[in-house]
Antibody, heavy 121, light 108 residues
Framework: QVQLVQSGAEVKKPGASVKVSCKVSGYTLTELSMHWVRQAPGKGLEWMGGFDPEDGETIYAQKFQGRVTMTEDTSTDTAYMELSSLRSEDTAVYYC??????????????WGQGTLVTVSS | EIVMTQSPATLSVSPGERATLSCRASQSVSSNLAWYQQKPGQAPRLLIYGASTRATGIPARFSGSGSGTEFTLTISSLQSEDFAVYYCQQYNNWPPVTFGQGTRLEIK
C-alpha cells in the first residue's frame, strides 16, 4: 500500500517561492511515477506536471513552464514541487499523486493529503 | 488541450436512488477516462479508470460507461457516504491530462 505524506501549510508573499514535499512509504520513489495536481479554493483540479516513465523525463504543463520544478530525492523517497514567482492566483491546495504501473497509465491511484499554499501580502 | 465538460453542475438525489453523472470530451479520448470522488477537506479518490474498470476497493454500485467523447458514471443506489463532488479526467492526450469542472452530488 502506497502512502504519500505531504508537508504542512505555507503562507508566502507574492514573488516568493514555495517548496512542497511528498514523502513516500510502502514503496520506493523509484517504483512510482509522481505527479502534482493543484486545486484553488472552491475550484476544480489542475494538473501541473509529473514523471513520464516512457522517456524518464519530467513533463510540465505549459502554464507552469519556467516557474515550476519537480525533483526527487531517492535516498529519502521524497518528491518535491517548487513553484516560484508566486502570485495570489497560486493560492491552492497542492497534491502529489501517483500514476500506477511501469509505463504510462495516465490516471492517479494514490494521493497525498494535500498542502495548502496561501499567497498573500 | 482537451476540454472536459461535466453535467449537471449539481445533482440532487435521494438516498437509495440512482445517480447518473455525465462527462463529455472536446475530442475523442478513446476509453482513457477516469472518475474521482472528492469529499470536503479530502484528496480525490480514484473510482474508475479505463472508462469502466473499478479501482481496488470501490463498491459495485459505482459503474462507468462510454467511449470516445461521451461518458457516464452511475451510482446505482446512493448511500449517505456517496454525497460528494465527482470529477472526470482524460489521459488519452497528454500533456496535459485534463479534468472536468466537477459535479456536486447532494442529498435531495
Amino acid at each position: 500500500q502506497v502512502q504519500l505524506v505531504q508537508s504542512g501549510a505555507e503562507v508566502k508573499k507574492p514573488g516568493a517561492s514555495v517548496k512542497v514535499s511528498c514523502k513516500v512509504s510502502g514503496y520506493t520513489l523509484t517504483e512510482l511515477s509522481m505527479h502534482w495536481v493543484r486545486q484553488a479554493p472552491g475550484k476544480g483540479l489542475e494538473w501541473m506536471g509529473g514523471f513520464d516513465p516512457e522517456d524518464g523525463e519530467t513533463i510540465y504543463a505549459q502554464k507552469f513552464q519556467g516557474r515550476v520544478t519537480m525533483t526527487e530525492d531517492t535516498s529519502t523517497d521524497t518528491a518535491y514541487m517548487e513553484l516560484s514567482s508566486l502570485r495570489s492566483e497560486d493560492t491552492a491546495v497542492y497534491y502529489c499523486a501517483n500514476q500506477p504501473g511501469f509505463g504510462y497509465s495516465g490516471y492517479f491511484d494514490y494521493w497525498g493529503q494535500g498542502t495548502l499554499v496561501t499567497v498573500s501580502s | 488541450e482537451i476540454v472536459m465538460t461535466q453535467s449537471p453542475a449539481t445533482l440532487s438525489v435521494s438516498p437509495g436512488e440512482r445517480a447518473t453523472l455525465s462527462c463529455r470530451a472536446s475530442q475523442s479520448v478513446s476509453s482513457n477516462l477516469a472518475w474521482y470522488q472528492q469529499k470536503p477537506g479530502q484528496a480525490p479518490r480514484l473510482l474508475i479508470y479505463g472508462a469502466s474498470t473499478r479501482a481496488t476497493g470501490i463498491p459495485a454500485r459505482f459503474s462507468g460507461s462510454g467511449s470516445g467523447t461521451e461518458f457516464t458514471l452511475t451510482i446505482s443506489s446512493l448511500q449517505s457516504e456517496d454525497f460528494a463532488v465527482y470529477y472526470c479526467q482524460q489521459y488519452n492526450n497528454w500533456p496535459p491530462v485534463t479534468f472536468g469542472q466537477g459535479t456536486r452530488l447532494e442529498i435531495k
